[in-house]
């Protein structure tokens, strides 16, 4: 199972926004410049030290996580593999425009002058990637036994 290509590319997809739901993925900074609110998937931390949460952003990679690593386990169904990795990578691209919104909602909210990204932002573009080349690799699979089994008849 793990000595498939594709399952190691589903495994580094749920390490990647593992790290992504634990890491930082940007920071405002106010008015004044100093003031700075640390804006993580599960929510923004205040400078005052208060909390606003953002629990959608932290339920869509929460699922993007579980879809990921079960899809890893769907091995002998590799059509149903193959749907799964397409779902991962839309709810993905749904997490970019839920962070969007919150990120412009936020800032009015906050009166914020700025938002600095930070690096963990660009991990689920990665696993888009790395979701796209486990559906390449899961695909050639399919064509494979597809062809062997036409042989056989």
Not at 69 to 80: A, D, E, H
Not at 81 to 99: H, K, N, V
Not at 116 to 132: F, M, S, T
Request: net charge positive.
């Amino acid at each position: 199972m793990i000595q498939r290509i594709q399952s190691v590319y589903l495994l580094l997809v749920t390490i990647l926004l593992v790290v992504t739901i634990c890491m930082p993925v940007g920071q405002f900074i106010g008015t004044d410049g100093v003031t700075a609110h640390v804006f993580k998937p599960l929510g923004v931390s205040l400078a005052g030290g208060g909390f606003l949460s953002t629990w959608g952003l932290f339920g869509i990679l929460l699922l993007s996580v579980l879809v990921a690593f079960c899809t890893i386990f769907l091995f002998r169904n590799r059509m149903l593999q193959i749907r799964m990795t397409i779902f991962s990578s839309i709810l993905l691209i749904g997490y970019y425009i839920a962070f969007c919104v919150f990120m412009f909602i936020l800032k009015d909210n906050l009166d914020a002058m700025t938002f600095q990204l930070g690096w963990a932002l660009c991990l689920p573009v990665v696993a888009i990637i790395l979701n796209y080349l486990a559906f390449r690799a899961i695909y050639k699979d399919e064509v494979m036994v597809k062809a062997a089994d036409r042989l056989r008849r």
